[in-house]
């Protein structure tokens, strides 16, 4: 439960804080001075003149003080330039390096830096090239005029027509992105946010292309007003324009391998490559775009990937995945952390009419195989909720966490036979190794340096969800006025707020009842540890309210599942629930290894099994370890020695 995020605020500090206005700030000044330059000899001029270079006028060419003419060749100067020292090798491919200077190349308005490698360019025009910078085989690179290296567009998030729209910059989160998408009626806040994006974008502005220090750009056919960061590649694309390339030596940014990236601001450690384009986006840190994706009009948050798909219109989060040809349009998507199988269509988002309905998705929901999502939706209550294959999904409002929605597994009467079938809670219950595989995954994948990121599935908003849910399924004990063939009560929205376009058997309702109680509980258990280790005092820590909301929503939480328990008892719940779940956790595990070994010939002999597997040792070794605390606890010691991982 954090305060809400000020996403002015955000901008301002940007705008004091920016490493990208720093460094387009330094360019400027670098290539307006003129101190440690100076002018060509007679001498060096026609030795220059011997190595085919030619100039319109040779007394717009500065050179350093120690600067040799002999690592200058076949290169014409239309216009101004400052030339540094040319001594060093640079790295051409890895294990490979060339001298640097500069070689067949026509310059025009140019800073070249130190032990820079200029090679066979058609075009360097309006340009700051860093120390240590290549430049090679291109055919123009150049500015064209003043540009803001894509900071101040403005992004259809979420709805192709306009209605969210997001005015972008170099450093922008998806959480910043999420709340101008979002708080659409806050007009004053609007309005401050959308001038502050332009003041961003006008500090920005320029009219020099700038390469910083060790970046590469290599055979691209057009590189055009774009920033490319230190350490940053450019290698065999199609083009790169009006575009930033945020990048560090240890971080490096690139685009490779027939990708094109037009009017986008690429964070730190991007990399698109195989035919991937990316145009009008902002791709936080560490994502990747590559054979052949799409990403059109999106803010995509840290660690997420499309490869073969296509985003589009849509405000994505960290930790998303879309690996096959599927298809994201329009979607509010902040949360993240979850993944579009093959085939899966996220995009009906209009029926003949104007393309204006979006859809807003949960933390970790799963598109399965071939399913069909349509507009508008709100599954944003419904998080780590799994669309099951096949699946197509009305128009709906679905607030029921850690689901299954499935295809119906039975006609039954009086209900539309477009609905689909509904499991709450089956996540929890069925599939536990699904939450412990991705929280793992979150911890060992993330690459993001910047931004903060919750990699646990149970958490105080999450958890908030659990409590909602049950107490809807609950209050429904009674009320259905469906019956399915056996004489089992069925549950609709009607009866159960929340389930959407799909029906609910009574067994799945009690299912999902004890599956959100007992997740509820662990919760509230596992605060109450952690809240120990910290240090308070256990003296009142149950009775004593306090100010620190996640404790407090735990505290509450622990006096309605566990009345009248002890301190030492509740602890010895948790190690049981601990336990638990490491049972469950291998337990669904090994379901997939039995279901395997029917179905596949030596299925065994190529598939380790659930006891190996290192995210049920995981949760195996978290049992054992949460056991011993808690008995150093109930015996009255706090433990010493270090954690295990």
């Known amino acids: 439960m954090s305060p809400a995020l000020d996403p002015v605020e955000a901008v301002r500090q940007a705008l004091e804080q920016s490493e990208l206005l720093r460094a387009i700030a330094a360019a400027r000044e670098r290539h307006a001075q003129t101190t440690g330059y100076r002018a060509l000899t007679e001498a060096e001029i026609a030795q220059l003149q011997r190595q085919l270079n030619a100039a319109a006028d040779w007394s717009q060419v500065l050179v350093a003080v120690n600067f040799r003419p002999s690592k200058v060749v076949g290169c014409y100067f239309s216009g101004p330039a400052r030339l540094g020292v040319f001594e060093h090798e640079v790295e051409i491919e890895p294990g490979l390096k060339l001298g640097s200077g500069l070689y067949h190349a026509d310059l025009n308005d140019v800073t070249i830096g130190d032990h820079a490698l200029i090679l066979n360019v058609g075009l360097l025009a309006h340009a700051v090239i860093g120390p240590g910078a290549l430049v090679k085989g291109c055919g123009t690179v150049a500015a064209t005029g003043v540009t803001s290296f894509g900071n101040g567009q403005i992004l259809p998030l979420a709805i192709e027509t306009g209605g969210r729209e997001t005015g972008i910059y170099a450093e922008l989160t998806v959480d910043v992105a999420a709340e101008i998408a979002a708080r659409r009626g806050e007009r004053e806040m609007q309005a401050a946010y959308a001038q502050a994006v332009a003041d961003y974008a006008s500090k920005a502005r320029s009219e020099l292309l700038i390469v910083e220090a060790g970046a ?21 694309a199609q083009g790169v324009e009006h575009s930033t390339l945020l990048s560090l030596p240890d971080e490096p940014t690139a685009v490779r391998n027939g990708a094109y990236v037009k009017d986008s601001l690429l ?65 509010y998507w902040p949360g993240g952390r979850g993944n579009i199988a093959y085939g899966a269509n996220v995009g009906s988002n209009h029926t003949a009419k104007l393309p204006d309905q979006e859809l807003w998705v949960g933390e970790g929901v799963f598109f399965g195989l071939g399913v069909n999502i349509k507009f508008p939706g709100d599954y944003s209550s419904s998080p780590y909720t799994v669309i099951a294959s096949g699946v197509t999904a009305l128009p709906q409002r679905l607030a029921m966490p850690f689901a299954l929605v499935n295809t119906p597994s039975e006609t039954i009467p009086g209900v539309s ?119 308070a005092p256990a003296r009142g820590l149950l009775e004593i309210p306090s100010a620190d909301p996640v404790w407090e929503q735990a505290r509450k939480l622990l006096a309605e599942e566990y009345p009248g328990l002890s301190l030492p008892d509740l602890l010895n719940r948790l190690a049981e629930a601990q336990q638990r779940i490491a049972r469950d956790t291998q337990a669904s595990k090994e379901k997939d290894d039995a279901r395997g070994a029917r179905i596949v010939p030596g299925y065994a002999d190529a598939h380790s099994p659930a006891a190996e597997d290192p995210v049920v040792k995981e949760q195996h070794a978290r049992a054992a370890q949460v056991k011993r605390e808690v008995e150093s606890w109930v015996n009255g010691k706090r433990l010493t020695q270090k954690r295990e991982p």
């Open 216 to 236: 590469r750009i290599k055979d691209t056919p057009k590189v055009l007003d774009v920033y490319v960061g230190p350490g940053a590649a450019v290698d065999a």
């Open 417 to 535: 036979p477009a609905f689909n079938e509904l499991i709450p809670g089956w996540v929890l219950g069925e599939n536990a190794y699904q939450l412990w595989r991705s929280e793992r995954k979150f911890r060992t994948r993330n690459k993001a340096r910047r931004c903060v990121l919750a990699f646990e599935v149970l958490r105080s908003e999450t958890v908030a969800m659990l409590v909602d849910a049950r107490a809807r399924l609950r209050a429904a004990e009674g009320r259905a006025r469906l019956a399915d063939a056996q004489g089992q009560a069925v549950f609709t929205d009607r009866e159960v707020e929340g389930l959407g376009k799909n029906f609910m058997l009574e067994p799945a309702r009690k299912a999902g009842i004890e599956s959100y109680g007992f997740f509820i509980g662990y919760y509230a258990l596992r605060e109450l540890k952690r809240r120990l280790d910290a240090g």
């Open 267 to 331: 964070q730190w450690g991007v990399e698109v490559d195989t035919m991937g384009i990316v145009q009008r986006s902002v791709l936080g840190e560490h994502t990747h775009v590559e054979r052949n994706g799409k990403v059109v009009d999106c803010v995509l948050g840290p660690n997420s990937g499309v490869a073969a798909g296509e985003f589009s219109a849509s405000l994505i989060g960290p930790f998303v995945g879309m690996h096959h040809q599927s298809l994201l349009i329009a979607t």
